[in-house]
């Protein structure tokens, strides 16, 4: 047998094959071995089997060797042995000669003595490891051998070590780097061979096939080779595997270079767009958003077969962004949003005085933009290194004077764009709530009483002037001493003028001496043994809710300006004058009127919020549901929630601590409507009157709310007076609407048989209007859900006093008071009455804008009086019915109609009539939960559909989180609110999310903390307080909440009440950041850290924002 079975044909030593030349025997000389014999191998294979077979089968670990076999081996063994014995005597004789020198001192020693090392190593003296350190030593690389196939055979490597460093090894988690960036990476897709895909998608798997023995025993006789080799040796190319590495390498590429060949054709696609049409500015704001869509992957520039490491940092998306939008504004160098998402983008990249000086180049070119005007104020606003109270007003007087000269015409080289006088109005309400908020409260007022002066009493004779030359003379006016709106004797910039032509007013004192001087209680400390910082917050909220008025010289008590203790409360014009700007539009000058109201806490029957509507949401009473549990039919709806009102700045854990306002701003506010009733007539004084109305029901439904008993008889008192003199007055007497409020308000007093006698007062001496009467359905609508809410089941509520209010509506005879028998005749015709009836208006379709909104009030009614009609006399399901007709109707023009309000002025205007029967719907669905059984999915698929349409209704949130509060299970409402948030800009979707789960871990608390048993194990909730934290975070991240008090006060106060004290500190520098013009943030910081009162007030005082208690004042006054 041949050494090299492989070259067996190869010739032999000493033989010459035949017909072959000398080059070739040398080439083969190497396969040949000259030494190896044939026969002694045989023989040693031969021994060594006997030896293994004579082996006793007990011991198969010991090796026996006989010395017959081995023989000629034993002698020389025995031979080197006694060498080594000798060599061993020598060398320690010498050794012991050499000590012995050295110990004697012997200088004579020669130099290798000196040399020599006596360091013993007794295990190379005795020759024992010499086998092991003869050994070569390497480290195997990889668990494969070459040349065994794969499919057939198998090496097992025994590697101990290796295993234990596995074993010790921790496994990577999926939030690691590496698999993180194996979960970014988009997969190449695999499918069949046989799919009608794209065939360059599918990915072959190979499998070796070995040959068919009989073709490879010539090359491959022992069977020890590969297929490849075997067939490169007999001199085939392996088509296979060229497929393969053909294919592994455009695998590679596919991966490496163009990992999504989808996102680099929308690259070209988009550089194509752009480059044909430079004019687009969609396509080029589309091209900029796309690029975090582009960095999410890895980069498709990467070089052929190169690994990206780079890092996808934000730095280079906003490079890429930047350069873009350079381009774009190359080619459009006079577009404006073009250039803002050019600052957005440089706002990550610049410091603020940069950026403040591309504002103003901005715009010094488009002074007439208002649009441009309020994004540039909400920049500076929040910028909190430039920030300072007085800066900021200023820039607000600069940005309403310069578009009021735009408007008027002054400015000749700008010409006013449209919508311009919405948004100065707009502008105008934004500085007012920023005053409010930044604690100057005086400010704000006398800027509502000067522009009201100015826009309603305004003389005839400077009306044609341009608006900076109204404003020369309005400033004597202001300066002159007299009485504004809202205070004693108030006649009006008009009158003044014409009395000062005749020459000025004749000076008579009235002392009034009913009116006692109010004491200021905060100036007694009534408990000196509370901490400072307690006290300092008491006295502060004090001074805030009783001088929010501005301080005027009583020249009856011979006062002057010097006489003032609080500068601060003195307003001079040149605050204020600047602000001034013309409003001829009817429209907008109610807006303003009703906004004031607003702004001193007076509810309106006009949803009226400020300009941008986040900025100025600062209170948490979004969440309250007034009377909501108890009485879900006639829930009030609180108009303005979210808003501080004037003169209350109430910390979060202190709450609102009274009721309404002190003496003077009652007196104030009464004043104002007085004042205002003598401008109108008709139906905008009904509209006052019901405001004012309105306003007292709301401080009792305060009282009930805090179940103060004494406050809330003492309230009725006042508020039935009212209600009393409002309908004594000749316009008022017929007026349905404050007939309906007045009773209402009796019935929440607890009177309810003098409500029912207002009730059937207000339907007797009615005008015989029927359905066809909007004010008359509304009346009875109210009436009948009071009704209902007393009732406990359905059992008899056919012949209910409800049921008797809303039949006797639908018949054309006077009303006859409810005396305990319903016939069921009447019900009839009441049903077939009312199914006509809302036919009829399903089917109309409204001329004009008016008509719209007057139709779609009687249609709310109507279809609110059918449902309850139906629900006491058929049941909830003939109900639910005619609310599914109505809002199949109302579904077409509503998204539209909900778009197109308000955007210009940033108003929000009544709600939609079919957000008003969704309300009405949820609601008695919620009620008919409350008395029966009924499923929950009906209401939750009524909230969800109406929530999708109107994410902003804060009302049907809170019945959505209420409803959602019951159940078990969170997953449908996160994965609900997961999917709206993502859908809309609007905040209330985050804010009612963030609730819904502090409900949740409210509840959670509570159940675990009773000792109850097996409820503990009912609700297993965990990482709830990792999720509301998360939930902030992406909130605050948006760009409505980025700039939201109410937010940064909810997070703050979350996080102070699961003990992150330490965080919660840096989460305050951080919301000052954004919001630095908000003083309850900075009360709330010293609330929660008490120790940094003084570091807190300095940082206000450098702010201007206004602190009513100075440090050294409250030292003073803990002295005394």
């Known amino acids: 047998m041949a050494l090299f079975p492989a070259f067996a044909g190869a010739a032999e030593p000493g033989e010459t094959p035949a017909g072959s030349s000398e080059g070739s025997r040398k080439d083969l000389d190497w396969l040949s071995n000259p030494s190896f014999s044939t026969e002694d191998a045989l023989l040693v294979h031969q021994r060594t089997t006997e030896v ?19 023989s000629g081996e034993s002698d020389s063994d025995e031979n080197l042995k006694k060498s080594s014995k000798k060599r061993k005597k020598k060398k320690k004789k010498h050794h012991h000669y050499k000590t012995k020198k050295k110990a004697k001192g012997d200088s004579s020693s020669s130099e290798s003595d000196l040399d020599t090392k006596h360091i013993k190593d007794r295990a190379t003296a005795s020759g024992r490891n010499r086998e092991k350190e003869a050994a070569a030593k390497y480290k195997r690389k990889g668990e494969s051998c070459l040349g065994i196939d794969a499919k057939k055979q198998c090496i097992t490597w025994d590697s101990p070590a290796s295993q234990k460093k596995q074993s010790q090894r921790r496994p990577e988690r999926y939030f690691s780097k590496n698999n993180v960036k194996t979960l970014n990476t988009d997969g190449i897709p695999v499918c069949n061979k046989s799919s009608p895909s794209d065939s360059a998608a599918f990915i072959p798997v190979f499998q070796m096939e070995s040959s068919d023995p009989s073709d490879t025993t010539e090359v491959n006789p022992l069977g020890i080779y590969d297929p490849s080799t075997t067939v490169w040796l007999q001199g085939k190319g392996n088509k296979d595997v060229e497929h393969e590495s053909v294919n592994t390498q455009q695998a590679f590429q596919e991966s490496a270079i163009n990992v999504n060949p989808i996102l680099m054709t929308k690259v070209e696609e988009y550089n194509k767009k752009v480059r044909e049409n430079p004019r687009d500015i969609n396509a080029w704001m589309e091209f900029v958003s796309f690029q975090d869509e582009l960095m999410r992957g890895p980069s498709p520039y990467a070089s052929m077969g190169e690994q990206e490491v780079r890092r996808k940092s934000l730095k280079l998306i906003l490079e890429k962004k930047l350069a873009i939008l350079e381009r774009a504004i190359e080619s459009n160098p006079g577009n404006v949003d073009l250039k803002l998402a050019r600052l957005k983008v440089c706002t990550e990249f610049w410091e603020p005085p940069a950026l403040i000086k591309e504002w103003q180049k901005l715009i010094f070119i488009h002074p007439n933009n208002p649009e441009l005007w309020k994004k540039y104020l909400l920049f500076c606003q929040s910028q909190f290194s430039t920030f300072s109270v007085s800066k900021i007003n200023g820039l607000y007087g600069k940005c309403l004077t310069t578009l009021a000269a735009v408007q008027d015409g002054s400015m000749v080289s700008h010409p006013p764009l449209p919508g311009t006088e919405e948004a100065m109005l707009a502008i105008f309400i934004q500085q007012c709530h920023f005053l409010r908020q930044a604690g100057h409260s005086e400010k704000a007022v006398s800027l509502f009483q000067a522009l009201i002066d100015f826009t309603f009493f305004k003389p005839d004779s400077v009306k044609d002037l341009a608006t900076k030359g109204q404003v020369e003379f309005f400033e004597p006016f202001w300066d002159s001493g007299e009485p504004r709106i809202g205070e004693k004797g108030a006649r009006g910039w008009r009158a003044w003028m014409h009395q000062q032509e005749k020459g000025g007013w004749i000076a ?100 009226l919020f400020p300009p941008n509507l986040y900025i100025a949401m600062d209170e948490n009473n979004i969440f309250d549901n007034v009377l909501s549990d108890e009485k879900p039919l006639t829930s009030i709806d609180v108009p303005l929630s979210g808003f501080n009102s004037i003169g209350h700045m109430d910390t979060m854990l202190r709450g609102r601590q009274h009721i309404g306002h002190y003496k003077d701003g009652e007196e104030f506010i009464q004043n104002v409507f007085h004042a205002l009733y003598l401008l109108f007539s008709g139906k905008e004084k009904s509209n006052l009157s019901i405001c004012w109305l309105q306003y007292e029901i709301s401080k009792v439904v305060q009282c009930l709310q805090t179940k103060n008993k004494k406050k809330l008889k003492a309230q009725g008192r006042k508020s039935k007076k009212l209600a009393k003199n409002l309908l004594k007055a000749p316009d008022n007497r017929n007026d349905l609407s404050l007939w309906k409020l007045y009773a209402y308000l009796e019935w929440l007093l607890g009177n309810t048989a003098d409500a029912r006698k207002v009730f059937d007062t207000a339907l007797s001496t009615a005008e015989m209007g029927g359905l066809k009467s909007p004010k008359l359905c509304s009346l009875s609508l109210l009436y009948a859900q009071l009704e209902v809410e007393l009732l406990e089941s359905l059992e008899g509520a056919v012949t209910s006093r409800a049921v008797h209010i809303l039949t006797k509506l639908t018949e054309s005879g006077p009303y006859v008071p409810y005396n305990g028998q319903v016939l069921s005749v009447n019900v009839l015709k009441a049903r077939k009455t009312y199914e006509h009836a809302l036919q009829d208006y399903l089917n109309k379709t409204p001329v004009s804008d008016r008509d719209q909104v007057g139709e779609s009030n009687q249609l709310v009614n109507l279809v609110g009086c059918y449902a309850v009609f139906q629900y006491l006399t058929v049941g909830i399901d003939a109900a639910v019915l005619v609310y599914a007709q109505a809002s199949e109707k109302l579904q077409v023009p509503a998204p539209e109609k909900c778009e197109n309000t308000g955007m210009n002025s940033g108003v929000q205007n009544l709600p939609t009539a079919l957000e008003v029967v969704t309300l009405l719907h949820t609601n008695l669905l919620r009620f008919h939960m409350k008395i029966s059984v009924y499923p929950l999915n009906p209401l939750r698929e009524a909230l969800t ?134 003083k309850v943030l900075y009360m709330d910081a010293i609330e929660y850290f008490p120790d940094q009162l003084q570091e807190t007030l300095d940082l206000m005082t450098e702010k201007e924002l206004r602190v009513r208690v100075p440090m050294e004042e409250l030292d003073l006054l803990l002295e005394v």
């Open 52 to 70: 293994a077979n004579s082996t006793p089968e007990k011991s198969p670990l010991i090796r026996t060797t006989s010395r017959s076999e081995l």
């Open 945 to 1078: 559909e109406a929530l999708r349409r109107y994410p902003s209704n804060q009302s049907l949130w809170r019945s959505y989180i209420q409803v959602q509060g019951k159940s078990h299970s969170a997953s449908k409402a996160r994965r609900f609110f997961d999917g709206v948030t993502r859908s809309t800009s609007s905040l209330e979707p985050w804010l009612f999310a963030i609730q819904a789960e502090q409900m949740r871990k409210k509840l959670t608390e509570h159940v675990q903390r009773a000792d109850v048993g097996e409820i503990y194990y009912t609700i297993p909730e965990t990482g709830l307080t990792n999720r509301i934290i998360a939930l902030f975070e992406h909130a605050i991240q948006s760009e409505n909440g980025t700039h939201c008090p109410l937010l940064w006060r909810m997070y703050l106060n979350f996080l102070v009440s699961v003990g992150k004290k330490e965080k919660s500190k840096g989460l305050f520098y951080k919301a000052i950041q954004n919001c630095p013009w908000t």
């Open 508 to 607: 008579v004192d009235k002392p009034d001496d009913d009116d006692e001087e109010e004491i200021d209680e905060d100036e007694e400390i009534k408990d000196k043994t509370i901490p400072k910082w307690h006290i300092w917050l008491d006295i502060e909220y004090s001074r805030e809710a009783r001088h929010w008025l501005p301080w005027r010289p009583d020249k009856t008590k011979k006062q002057t300006e010097e006489d003032c203790e609080d500068p601060e409360r003195q307003v001079l014009f040149d605050d204020l004058g600047p602000s001034m700007i013309q409003l001829s539009n009817p429209d907008l000058q109610h807006q303003l009127l009703y906004s004031f109201l607003q702004f001193l806490g007076v509810p309106c029957i006009s949803k």
